[in-house]
């Protein structure tokens, strides 16, 4: 298509490439390559370009700087490439201070599935840190990186198991034996059947212990029966429903839905997907540590 230099703001390619930060060179290349960007011609055969890619382009060099194919960075849908620039951006690597060190010494025991070094390693700094930085400090960046670092292909599915498996058993060491005597007060903590993201629940576990409250704790992939009939039966206090960003914001919704309907007289609040609608007389806690500021509410 052939246009005139008065059509809305068209840019030539070496005004693009300084607006971007790629070379004219590697742009040719990119067309030629993915078909994009896609330039209009004038008359004269020069390229143009409208204004609005540049935004998206500076998203792929970004990538493309962070490690990314240039294949793969130019053909990424804008969600995966905002996804994966604040992956990259909140990588190990990038990050700085005493607690990188902390977290990346346990990425190199993940990379070589040393599973005794690794608990050993957790329970070090669990000891001198204390539970709740041990959690808001170092666990919650350790599983973001290796999120990350599986996104970017640096470890495999079997590392990304390997890394959650061995935290998931030492927090749920950490939290039993500190579970309080008679008298206190009681909450169900569960994950939405078909959940298997539980570390969020297990944190939420220790956090219920730290406060003196005792969880009973029904874990992954719990059917929404036996969460009524367990919280009818113990008579705990509230029932907490741990999600995830996985899943649908709609069954998710149902399930809660559900299951207001089938506690009588029992608080119920979820955490984990911020996606779903607001539900009548059934509380959101965003954060785990909104969920340690209900706790002290509860006690
Ligand atoms: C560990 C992990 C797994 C483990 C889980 C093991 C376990 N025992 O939990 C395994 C390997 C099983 C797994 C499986 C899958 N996973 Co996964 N997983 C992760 C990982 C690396 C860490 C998640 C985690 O535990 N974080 C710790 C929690 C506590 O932090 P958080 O999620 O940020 O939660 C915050 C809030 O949501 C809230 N919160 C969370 N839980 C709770 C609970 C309560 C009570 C409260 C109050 C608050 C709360 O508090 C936190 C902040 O304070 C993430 C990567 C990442 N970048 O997060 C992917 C990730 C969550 N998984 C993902 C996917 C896609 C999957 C699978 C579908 C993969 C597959 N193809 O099989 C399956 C789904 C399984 C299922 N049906 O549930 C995606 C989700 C993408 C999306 N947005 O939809 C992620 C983001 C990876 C990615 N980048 O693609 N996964």
Known sequence: MTITSKQSNPISI?????????????????????????????????????????????????????????????????????????????????????DTAQISGWLALVEQMDGAGLARAFSRDWNTVGARRF?????????????????????????????????????????????????????????????????????????TTLHGVEPVFLGPNTPLRDIIVAATAQKVDAVIIGLSAVSDPARSASFLTDLRQGLVGIRLAFGGNDRLPA???IEYIPTLEDFDRWLDLLV
């Open 14 to 98: 070496g005004g693009l490439a300084a607006a971007c930060g790629v070379p004219v060179e590697t742009l040719r290349n990119w067309e030629n390559r993915y078909g994009f960007p896609l330039p209009e011609r004038l008359e004269s055969g020069h390229r143009r370009y409208a204004l609005e890619l540049i935004p998206r382009l500076r998203k792929i060099r970004m990538l493309v700087d962070a490690g990314y194919k240039p294949s793969f960075a130019v053909t990424a849908s804008d969600e995966e490439m905002d996804r994966l620039l604040l992956c990259s951006s909140e990588a190990a690597s990038e990050r700085s201070g005493p």
């Open 135 to 207: 959690i808001f400090e170092h666990a919650l960046p350790y599983l973001r990186d290796v999120g990350c670092l599986w996104e970017r292909g640096a470890i495999s599915v079997a590392h990304e198991h390997f890394a959650s498996e061995v935290l998931q058993t030492f927090l749920a060491e950490q939290w039993r034996p500190l579970l309080p005597v008679a008298g206190h007060r009681r909450i169900v903590l569960a994950n939405q059947e078909g959940e298997l993201h539980s570390l969020g629940l297990q944190m939420a576990a220790i956090l």
């Open 279 to 281: 539900m009548s007389n």
